[in-house]
DNA sequence: GTCTATATTCTGATAGAC
DNA sequence: GTCTATCAGAATATAGAC
């Protein structure tokens, strides 16, 4: 019931193309921003003309679709091999740390992914998929912890994302927001009711 | 030493249609958003053609430049004749509902103040002056309350930022996130130290 | 699938008459 | 100060040859 070996290596090359078009769309945005990338130069940097990129996309907000979905899947899978303490606040600690790092790691993925960066962009469903999927592990897991209102989950969510827009927005590269994690934790941990020592003291 | 009488008259009617430019815009970013402002748009909705607005500001990103000074004066002037509650644990809370108030009542506006929206353009130093002169009075206005460390003038703005952004971002008109205003001043005024009931059963 | 060539549209900004 | 006319350039997207 497989398809011909041959359609199998023409179905490999059609992905590898699309992953070099994605990949040298965030090589642009890396670079110079999200709003700089444009066809011409994502088409350049591969060798291509940006004609050609409508074989493999539709049109530009496709490419930004395949790669919000793309980020979060990869956000997803970070997160399901990542292994968290035993103890509930530095789970919650820890689970905080790897968003930083995440978004730390990557200013533009950031901004694709949890701002509204581009005018005209909305994500489509199906590139929606993988984020509400983290959501939902995320609501998981802090129910594990402990946490099982909805409300806390939307409370820790807007405690990180607050740290870490300050800091972008202010004091790129520095840490006078994002410096301040542990202690917003454990004011978070409190709030919940979570066990243990304070995550300040005991570091 | 004043100037002539029609001197007067000549820079009153360049203010006057420096601010019909002004507001033209803002009622573009508010109907169609921010990076919808266009000159021609502009020019327009004022019986202008485009280049004429060249007479009146630099660029277009002078207009933006004007827009965002305009708006922090404006925040600035709000904040200076609005009283506070006596009780501090309230009067944070008020200045925290001010800033919401403020920021939903205009989401383009908040775009503009809080976030990086427009691409290309920074602020001047003279547009700068008085959201610095925002941050100031707040810092004054805190430290009457009892927070006089500035890492906590920095938390509270982490906090506020991070509830507005989320609620802007996943649910614009709602207050699944605003609505818990009240719970974090708590845990602010809580980890600061401030005196007073809670905010949430007192009410 | 990729190319050349081009359509279409829009943008901010400038030149120069009045 | 405002206008007409236009520049110079960018962008996304399409048509059709190969």
Redesign the pocket.
């Known amino acids: 019931m497989s398809a011909a070996p041959n359609r199998d290596r023409?179905a490999e090359r059609?992905e590898a193309?699309r992953r070099e078009i994605i990949d040298a769309a965030w090589g642009i945005a890396r670079r110079d921003g999200l709003a700089a990338v444009?066809?011409?130069e994502v088409?350049a940097m591969i060798?291509?003309?940006?004609?050609?990129l409508?074989?493999?996309f539709d049109?530009?907000?496709a490419i930004y679709d395949a790669m919000f979905g793309q980020a979060w899947t990869l956000y997803l899978a970070e997160m399901r091999e990542r292994p968290l303490p035993a103890a509930p606040r530095e789970a919650v600690l820890a689970i905080a740390e790897h968003f930083f790092a995440f978004s730390l790691a990557d200013v533009p993925r950031y901004q694709l992914l949890n701002q509204h960066a581009i005018p005209g962009f909305t994500p489509s469903e199906a590139a929606y998929a993988p984020s509400v999927e983290v959501v939902g592990l995320l609501q998981d897991t802090l129910r594990g912890l402990g946490v099982t209102d909805g409300a806390d989950v939307d409370l820790f969510l807007a405690l990180c994302g607050g740290l870490l827009d300050r800091q972008l927005a202010n004091e790129p590269g520095g840490d006078r927001w994002v410096g301040q994690l542990p202690r917003v934790i454990d004011m978070f941990a409190d709030e919940v009711g979570l066990p243990g020592p304070s995550l300040r003291r005991s570091r």
């Open positions: 023409q059609r193309t444009t066809l011409r088409a060798g291509m003309r940006s004609p050609s409508y074989s493999h049109s530009k907000n």
